[in-house]
């Protein structure tokens, strides 16, 4: 990364994206979590279980020079060994091939943050390495303070924007309007208990 400037936050569809892991612990079993959906590839010695069962190829030993030439068929590496040494060496040659690359030591082209997930929603938080424990604490905190009604008003605004997205053509129109039902405390408190009722009401100002 650039000194001084600030990562971009970014989602991208996993279904084809194929990731190298070299090192297979717990530290690239966490990561793995978050790209559980890519087609996974690692190269290790030693190889968690769980990390296994996520993998789509395994080949079980140890790193070697000669594996360097398999960066280039991938879009993603994580360079997750406990050799410093061998972590940065992994980092310039993914670089030289310009594929994107995160190092356990920090440093590299992205970063994988701290993940709320919820079936209509996902929100992230990252310092970006600067305070790594701070991230998941963010994450507790934010999943406490969203209850219930968040995801029913995600599936509400989800089914209304479908509804209108014939009727109302204009895009800046249908995002006034779905933001007005997002201000709209009375659908806020209809939506928990009776969510059709909370839909009809959000239907009412449709033109």
């Given amino acids: 990364m650039t000194k001084g400037l600030r990562m971009v936050p970014l989602f991208i569809e996993p279904a084809s994206l194929r990731v190298l892991f070299i090192g297979g612990g717990e530290v690239a079993l966490r990561k793995a979590e978050h790209l559980r959906d890519c087609i996974i590839t690692v190269i290790s010695k030693d190889i ?34 406990d050799d410093h040494g061998l972590n ?17 030591n920090g440093g590299g082209d992205f970063m994988i ?10 929100i992230c938080a990252s310092t970006e390495g600067k305070a790594p424990v701070l991230p998941p604490h963010l994450i507790s905190t934010i999943d406490g303070m969203l209850d219930i009604r968040y995801d029913l008003m995600a599936s509400l605004i989800k089914r209304v924007r479908m509804e209108i997205r014939h009727r109302v053509t204009d895009q800046k129109e249908r995002a006034l309007l779905l933001e007005a039902i997002l201000a709209d405390e009375g659908i806020w408190s209809l939506v928990q208990d009776d969510a059709e009722k909370a839909y009809r009401k959000a239907m009412e100002a449709v033109p």
């Fill in 113 to 122: 943050p701290s993940t709320l997930r919820r079936d209509d929603f996902t």
């Fill in 88 to 104: 940065d060496s992994i980092v310039r040659e993914s670089r030289s091939k310009s594929v994107l690359v995160n190092s356990v």
């Fill in 48 to 81: 968690k279980d769980e990390l296994r069962s996520i993998s789509s190829n395994i080949i079980h030993r140890a790193f070697t020079d000669d594996d360097l030439a398999m960066i280039a068929e991938h879009d993603l590496v994580i360079a997750a060994t």
